[in-house]
């Protein structure tokens, strides 16, 4: 089947460190993503993992893939209030008729 | 234009209308696709348009939602008869193509219906 779920709110302070958790159930996905999406705005890709890969970093983001757990994460270092939005992860599934699986997305709210 | 544009960027109707909604995606983007946002399902695929023609067309939600696409450019995702549930905001995004994992989709800004 095909299924992304993600915690729906994470709240940090600034200059903390913010972990946003996915999980997944199509194990067969070859590429999963980080969508950013600020008020008002429409979805931005921030970065994306292939499959056979544990961690992708860039810059202040890291993604990090446990394969086995169908688990992902993406970590944004030294958070921003300027981070403060939704965070979708996504999937293509294995079907790859190129339509994007998102979970329901994770507020994330940065205090100053 | 420099990213994926869509009109109107606000649409509120009456029940029981129809309405179209339209997007322009980025100029050479072969690839095109509409989701739906609302608070109760969360982002969903509606469709997907490779040039003209639609190969996956497997999340439009009833018959009284269709989508064409003209000139391998411009696309309309029409409703009809709209309901209350169709209360959304409609999301375009547009890609290079060619059903390549690493093919990034890139999303206007959305055209957010409200159905009184």
């Known amino acids: 089947g095909e299924d992304v779920e993600q915690s729906l709110f994470l709240s940090v302070r600034e200059g903390d460190s913010s972990v946003i958790n996915c999980t997944y159930t199509d194990s067969s996905s070859t590429y999963l993503y980080w969508y950013k999406q600020e008020p008002g705005a429409g979805l931005q890709l921030l970065t994306y993992i292939f499959s056979n890969m544990d961690m992708k970093q860039d810059q202040r983001l890291t993604v990090l893939l446990n394969k086995k757990d169908k688990h992902l994460s993406l970590r944004i270092a030294d958070t921003q209030t300027g981070d403060s939005a939704i965070y979708f992860c996504?999937?293509?599934?294995?079907?790859?008729?190129?339509?994007?699986?998102f979970g329901q997305g994770t507020t994330l709210q940065v205090k100053p | 234009g420099a990213g994926v544009s869509q009109s109107p960027s606000n649409k509120v109707t009456e029940k029981g209308k129809d309405v179209e909604l339209r997007c322009d995606p980025i100029s050479g983007h072969t690839a095109l696709y509409w989701y739906r946002q609302s608070l109760g399902q969360g982002l969903e695929f509606l469709i997907y348009f490779q040039g003209n023609s639609a190969p996956d067309k497997s999340g439009l939600p009833s018959d009284r939602f269709s989508a064409e696409r003209t000139g391998g450019s411009v696309s309309t995702l029409t409703i009809q008869r709209t309901q209350q549930e169709d209360s959304a905001v409609y999301l375009c995004a547009s890609s290079l193509g060619g059903l390549v994992f690493t093919d990034t989709q890139y999303f206007g800004p959305g055209t957010r219906l409200t159905v009184l």
């Open positions: 996504a999937e293509i599934p294995s079907s790859n008729t190129g339509k994007l699986i």
